[in-house]
Nanobody, 120 residues
Framework: QVQVVESGGGSVQAGGSLRLSCVRS????????MGWFRQVAGKEREKVAL????????YHADSVKGRFAISRDNAKNTVYLQMNSLKPEDTAMYYC?????????????WGQGTQVTVSS
């Protein structure tokens, strides 16, 4: 069973940076992609970025493109989300997720989340 644990959240002023980390354990070889999602209370969850663990292909939501970057270190079973030029609207709970399918649409494995708060 794959498990993921996030870390790195915190409070920062607008324009600042944070790096989130997500470590996966268990049957890590079965994981095909890792993703970062965020959610604000009362709003729908938003897919922020994803990365294929094999070839490193990435996807970034338009709302974060050019500011956030997802990367992986397979040797450490870790995925990162580098967040630069943070805005107050980036404030949310950020979740790491793992998928073992080919299309990365199911996301059956979730972490507990890490809070990111950006003040103006």
């Amino acid at each position: 069973q794959v498990q993921v644990v996030e870390s790195g959240g915190g409070s920062v002023q607008a324009g600042g940076s944070l790096r989130l980390s997500c470590v996966r354990s268990g049957d890590s070889d079965s994981t095909t992609c890792m993703g970062w999602f965020r959610q604000v209370a009362g709003k729908e969850r938003e897919k922020v970025a994803l990365i294929y663990t094999g070839d490193g292909r990435t996807y970034h939501a338009d709302s974060v493109k050019g500011r956030f970057a997802i990367s992986r270190d397979n040797a450490k079973n870790t995925v990162y989300l580098q967040m630069n030029s943070l805005k107050p609207e980036d404030t949310a709970m950020y979740y790491c997720a793992a998928d073992m399918g080919s299309w990365c649409t199911q996301w059956p494995i979730w972490g507990q989340g890490t809070q990111v708060t950006v003040s103006s």
